[in-house]
């Protein structure tokens, strides 16, 4: 008895093997063969974070009728493979649903993957929270959703999490400024799978699929090099190669003696194919791609078939074959090809717009589902506040779990079916459902911050409220249709305006009010501001869903609102102060038939409208052009898609019919109000169109603020909608759109700067996607319009300028989803969309930027019902105005991230916003001192990390490229930091972990 204890002894602590060293990273990879093809297989799932199915219906395996899809049991199955056989390799992309499986997971499994990891057997790439898309994503949610992922990858595992390539293998096109941050992350490259029919032909043709992308050329130079890779097959599996359960594919029979044996067959098909594809790259390795959606729910059976493979394969060496294979990953296929130190094409421009064929043109979905787009971006806007207001608060622990949910629910948004519209309905509804719990729970943590900076003061009188029974937060988020509870429902009330941006800002209060009636506004030093009242629009009041009684809006100046702070308004209706009168400046109403409508003075800007509402001129400071609008529609093209001549206008895809758009804005019903804030027109075309244009009087912008549905299809045609400015600016074929909100890039109409373009569809093939601003110019002048959220833009003819702003169409376009982009609400009635366009022209580049960055980062209100606090209790007991600056940062740098990290650590990413000669005087470096910049504490350490904060920026290593071209290459980002001066060049983004004494 006592022996056979022993053996059990022996036996158990024989399996309890101490950990070794890791070994992960390139040196982890299988040896090539030189003078060999090597061809690297490459296991890989890749699951959509909701598409057909919701993120959970993915995850645990629901509704198997629409997708056998269950990611749960892709890991379970994978792990298992991985754990029997220390050959094999397998990658892991979405950390979204990686980290729902690993909470799942018991001490012992979390040790084995964790060995795994560490052996390079299981290894995470991109490492993002979601495969975001590339064309209506804003860099900043790119960063917060990439800095997610690796934050629990590199709290779980350490270095071997850390990914080293980004995979981008699903979106439709892709972004320049993907590129620049991916090389900012430390990434050694990025493979992709989709790209222009054409743009590819033309690769293949030269030996061109793999290039060194010049993600910021002229400003950030070789810092922003990053080596790019053209999958072959976009993520697939060769054909007739996919062995999963999910495939038809035949299985490799290598038993000679079964009538099945077609291991011969199959090893010569696979080799073909390799050569083939070699003839595409100029290294003598390439990639195959063994997955597909949602494979490997059976790991098992590709694995025993790729071991067929890779035995029968190389066994033909003996026999003088060239062709070997070997389990692989995309770090190890960079480096591999990296070895061969070969010299490479570069590029400068993006990969948009994308098509697919002659007549499938992927740029509808740079507007599919406006209001999901809008939404988005007010949740990035949220949740920047969220995280600033915890980090000045210094709240604790207890509120880590809410500022998450909201980080996590804005990384699901970046997904490339998300954001996109590309979705199901019911998939849709539920990325609103997570965004909205994200930021419910998002409001908590606001709450207990300001609760703890508004800290009611020392009591000296016995009339104080108390902080608990008075003081509560709330947001109203349907502000963009007039509607907020507690400014309609309540006579007194504190309204809260908070300034997420690290400079002064004015911004233009607007709250719902039931009654035409004197109100009342106070700043904290008891002044009263200048108010003015103005009718809303019908067309907002009859918003299906809209449940308000609010005749008007009350408007006044929240002028030079504090940065990274607020200044609260007491506002109160009749309300009197020390017995003076109240003072009330109204709303005027001027309309006047047959006459031309003049907006603003021509000493600074001004509209002039004709009598239908259209606008005829603008004056810009100094300079006018002719400048008028009208909204349109295309009909969406309807077909059986069975070829690419039938092809449908859908989620995807933007097919317009050939005919001209048809004009929506003919004439229209026309109210002019005119007051000391604000003037607008407000027009209604039809019981589906209507528009406000508004010019502030301090502002050197004009507000188109548009309304479009529910747009009818009771003519059973589907139809695009589009908003058309036209001047007389000479453009000459070029226009100019942002890229993810950051850098500029040039377009110029019917051309690709790569290749020479043969284009069926002239419209849908010149739209680019507009993250938030679109441009024309000539010698004299320049006019842009900027956007309130991602759509898809163009500039069609020389002066025009033309925005899609909706889309309700009656045929899917076959790529996948499955069905039409028909939104709905509200018991079945159309989807109506809200939204404003922001014009200027004239003006210095700087007036576009800083406008950009005010409506990306605009100020935020919470509200407070007080209805037993007088103004003069409220400002002796609560703190009226803040600033979480001390000190002062230039006007071309801004405060891009400050949040919580890890311990009471906190992250701080300063980014200077110009780019280099755009503007005369902001576009130069620029320099912060991060002492004594903060007000609610002193920086006592700062270590600066790679653009992701998941390594040292010292500790960056990343392969060196060869490429063919004269291109002048430039310093990356300094890594020293002298007495807390941060120097930032142009479009320059550092990023620091600090550590802080708070004061």
């Known amino acids: 008895m006592i022996k056979l204890l022993i053996l059990i002894c022996v036996v158990s602590s024989s399996l309890a093997r101490p950990e070794t060293k890791p070994t992960c990273g390139y040196q982890s990879c299988h040896p090539t063969k030189k003078g060999m093809l090597n061809v690297h297989l490459v296991p890989h799932t890749h699951d959509d974070v909701g598409w057909l199915k919701t993120l959970d219906e993915y995850y645990y395996g629901s509704k198997p009728g629409i997708q056998r899809a269950g990611v749960q049991y892709i890991l379970d199955s994978v792990v298992e493979e991985l754990l029997h056989d220390p050959n094999k390799r397998f990658i892991y992309v979405e950390t979204a649903f990686f980290w729902k499986w690993w909470q799942e997971q018991d001490d012992h499994k979390r040790h084995q993957v964790k060995a795994l990891v560490n052996a390079g057997r299981l290894e995470f790439i991109g490492g993002a929270w979601a495969m975001n898309d590339e064309a209506t994503t804003n860099y900043q949610s790119t960063i917060d959703q990439f800095t997610w992922g690796f934050r629990k990858l590199d709290d779980t595992f350490g270095a071997c999490g850390r990914p080293k390539i980004g995979w981008q293998i699903d979106p439709f096109g892709h972004s320049r400024e993907l590129a620049s941050l991916m090389a900012q992350f430390g990434f050694d490259g990025l493979l992709f799978g989709r790209l222009d029919y054409q743009d590819k032909a033309t690769r293949v043709l030269n030996k061109h699929m793999e290039m060194v992308w010049q993600g910021s050329p002229t400003n950030l130079g070789s810092s922003a090099d990053l080596f790019t890779s053209v999958l072959f097959n976009t993520y697939s599996a060769p054909p007739s190669f996919c062995f999963d359960i999910l495939c038809n594919d035949e299985p490799i029979v290598d038993n000679k003696k079964s009538p099945k044996y077609n291991a011969d067959e199959r090893v010569e098909t696979l080799i073909k194919f390799a050569q083939k594809q070699k003839e595409a790259y100029n290294s003598n390795n390439i990639i195959l791609t063994m997955g597909e959606d949602f494979t490997y729910q059976s790991a098992g059976t590709w694995y025993k078939n790729m071991d067929k493979l890779i035995r029968l394969v190389n066994e033909k060496q003996s026999n003088g074959s060239n062709v070997n294979l070997l389990y692989s990953t995309p770090s190890c296929y960079v480096k591999a090809v990296n070895e061969d130190n070969l010299s490479f094409t570069t590029k400068k421009d993006d990969f948009f717009p994308y098509a697919s064929d002659p007549n499938s043109f992927w740029t509808g979905y740079f507007t599919s589902r406006p209001t999901i787009k809008y939404f988005e971006r007010k949740g990035n806007n949220f949740l920047q506040i969220c995280k600033q207001l915890y980090a000045l608060a210094d709240l604790g622990p207890e509120d880590r779990g809410d500022l998450n949910a909201l980080r996590s629910a804005m990384g699901v ?38 609760r703890k900076i508004i800290a009611p003061k020392t009591a000296d009188t016995e009339d104080q409220p108390k902080l608990d029974d008075e003081f509560k937060t709330v947001t109203c988020p349907l502000l963009n249709v007039s509607q907020c509870a507690t400014t309609e429902e309540n006579k007194s009330f504190v309204v809260t305006v908070y300034n997420p941006l690290s400079k002064p800002v004015t911004h233009y209060v607007r709250l719902p009010v039931i009654d035409n009636a004197n109100y009342t506004v106070l700043c904290p030093m008891g002044k009263k501001q200048v108010t003015q009242l103005v009718p809303i629009s019908d067309a907002v009041k009859r918003i299906p869903g809209r ?152 502002e050197e912008y004009v507000e188109v603020n548009w309304i479009v549905g529910p747009i009818p299809i009771d003519d059973n045609v589907g139809k695009e909608i589009i908003i058309r400015y036209e001047s007389d600016i000479k453009s000459n074929g070029v226009f100019y759109t942002d890229s993810n909100g950051r850098e500029t890039l040039k377009r110029v109409r019917d051309f690709r700067p790569t290749w020479k373009l043969e284009l069926a569809e002239k419209i849908s093939g010149n739209y680019y996607p507009v993250t938030s601003r679109i441009s024309i110019k000539d010698e004299k002048n320049q006019f842009s319009v900027l956007t309130d959220r991602a759509q898809g833009g163009s500039s069609l003819n020389d002066g025009q300028i033309e925005l899609m702003v909706h889309r309700r169409l009656l045929h899917d376009d076959a790529f996948g989803v499955g069905e039409a982009l028909n939104e709905t609400a509200y018991g079945g009635v159309g989807l109506v969309a809200v939204g404003s366009h922001y014009l200027t022209a004239g003006g210095r580049p700087a007036t576009d930027k800083f406008l950009a960055h005010r409506k990306l980062m605009d100020s935020w209100m919470f509200f407070t019902p007080t209805p037993t606090t007088t103004f003069q209790q409220w400002q002796k007991n609560y703190k009226m105005e803040y600033s979480g600056l001390k000190g002062t940062v230039p006007s071309n740098v801004k405060i891009l991230t400050l949040e919580p990290w890890k311990g009471r650590s906190l992250l701080l990413r300063l980014e200077n916003i110009f780019e280099v000669g755009e503007d005369e005087l902001y576009s130069k470096e620029a320099i912060v001192n991060l002492q004594d910049l903060f007000s609610a504490f002193k920086i006592v350490s700062a270590q600066e990390t790679v653009l992701g904060a998941n390594l040292l920026l010292k500790d960056m290593q990343r392969l060196k490229w060869n490429s063919e071209s004269n291109y002048i290459k430039k310093q990356g980002p300094s890594q020293t930091l002298t007495d807390f001066n941060v120097t930032l060049k142009p479009m320059q983004i550092r990023t620091f972990i600090i550590e802080v004494q708070r004061i």
């Not at 079916?417 to 729970?441: C, H, N, P």
């Not at 009330?584 to 109403?589: D, E, H, I, W």
């Not at 317009?656 to 004439?667: D, F, G, N, V, Y």
């Open 413 to 450: 948004m970046q997904h490339h079916d998300a954001i996109t519209g590309t979705e199901k309905q019911l998939v849709a509804f539920d990325y609103a459902r997570i965004l909205s719990q994200g930021m419910a729970e998002c409001e908590i943590v606001v709450d207990a911050a300001l």
């Open 547 to 698: 449940a308000s009684k609010a005749e008007f809006e009350l408007v006044f100046r929240a002028k030079n609102l504090p940065p990274l702070g607020f200044r609260s308004y007491y506002v109160s209706q009749d309300a009197k102060l020390d017995g003076e009168e109240h003072d009330y400046t109204g709303g005027q109403v001027r309309r006047e038939p047959a006459e031309n409508i003049v907006l603003g003075d021509h000493m600074s800007l001004s509209l002039t409208l004709n009598e239908n509402g259209e606008l005829s001129s603008a004056t810009f400071g100094e300079k006018t052009i002719k400048l008028s609008q009208g909204i349109y529609y295309y009909s969406g093209a309807a077909g059986n898609n069975e070829e690419f001549k039938n092809r449908s206008s859908g989620a995807y895809i933007f097919r317009p019919t050939p005919a001209q758009p048809i004009l929506l804005s003919a004439k229209g019903e026309v109210k002019q109000y005119k007051g000391p804030i604000v003037e607008e027109v407000q027009v209604i075309y039809s019981n589906w169109v209507s528009q406000t244009i508004r010019r502030y009087t301090d």
